[in-house]
């Protein structure tokens, strides 16, 4: 049987698959057990990725969509792919104003 949550969760993605230009909600970010990628998951939470927030890919680079330009509320964030992967996000979010 599959909840609301579960169907939820089912059409959730990494920020780093999210198609450019489409909003998105953050769900969470990743908890690895490295000690340097739990330090970067502390500071994406520091400058606002944590659940709720509203986000966007406004522009990649070239090749391989590297680094992702990354808004999240009023400020633009450049993160690499892998860095992006922490974050688990629901694409579809009204825009943020």
Do not use: C, Y
């Amino acid at each position: 049987m599959t909840t609301t949550n579960g169907a939820a969760t089912a059409a959730a993605i990494s920020l780093d698959q999210l198609p450019s230009h489409e909003w998105a909600t953050v769900l969470d970010v990743s908890r690895p057990e490295e000690a340097e990628e739990r330090d970067l998951v502390l500071r994406l939470t520091e400058i606002g990725f944590v659940p709720g927030e509203v986000v966007r890919i406004v522009a990649t680079g070239v090749p391989g969509r590297e680094p992702l330009a990354v808004r999240l509320g009023h400020t633009t964030f450049a993160l690499r792919r892998h860095e992006a992967a922490l974050v688990r996000v629901m694409p579809g979010a009204a825009k943020h104003v």
